[in-house]
C-alpha cells in the first residue's frame, strides 16, 4: 500500500493488475479540497500504474462530477475540475463517491464516469456491486434484506422483520416533513407532500424513470418558492433514466 504523505489518501494494490486509489479531500486545514502536493501525487500514482499495466478505481467522499444543480457546494470537490482532467488523462475506470447519499450515474462525455453509491442508512437500503471485465465495467444495485437475517437469527423486532416497509414509510415520512411550511398556503398540501415524497423516494433509490412527469402536482408545485420546490424541480428536469445500473467502457 502506498500513502500520501500530506493526506490519508492510499493505494491498495488489489489484484496484479487493479489498484483502488482512495483520496481523501477532508482535510482539517483544507476541507473539501485537495492540495496541490496531493495532486502530484495522485497524478504520479496513475502514471506508474499505466506503466505497470494495472487499472485504477479511485474513491472519493465528495463528487468529482455534478449530479443535481442544488447540490453542488460542499457536496463537491472545490477543485475538482483538475482532478477530472487527471482522471481522464490516465483512464481510470471511474470514480465512486458517496456524499449525496442518492444513487446516480454521470458520465461526462469526456471518458470519466462517476456513481454516486446509496447509502445503507436510507431507503432502499442498497449498495452497489461492480462487475470488471478487460476493459468493460457493469454495475447494478442489490438490496440488503434486513428481514431475512432478523428471521434467521430469531429476533423479534417488528420493524427488523418488516424492515423494507418500516425502512420505505420512515423515508417517506421525512420527505413529508421537509415540505412543511411551504405549503401551508396551499389548500391540496397534503396531496403535493405525497407527490414530493413519492419522488424523492424514487430520486434517492436511483428510479428516474418510475416519476410521473405528467402528474398534476407539478403544476402545482411551480407556484411556490422555497427549497423543496426547487429541489423538486432539479430532479423533473433530469433524464428519466435508471440509475440503479449501468454499463461503461474503460
Known sequence: MTKDEESLSYVAQVTPTLQILMLDVNGAKTPGFVSQNTFYWVEKQLK??????SRILTVSHQNVLPHNSVFTNGFMIENGDVLKSIYEKYGVICNLS?????QHIEENGSGLTEIVTSSLAVSPNQYGVLRLAENQADYHTEQTDVSAYARKNGLADPNLLEFEDYSREFFRENSLRQTKGELEHCERQNEMSEFFAEVNTNYFAGRLDQINRENPWISEWKQNQGFAETYLRSILEEEPKDHTKGRFAF
Open 48 to 53: 506508474e500504474a499505466a506503466k505497470e499495466g
Open 98 to 102: 458517496g456524499h449525496m447519499h442518492i
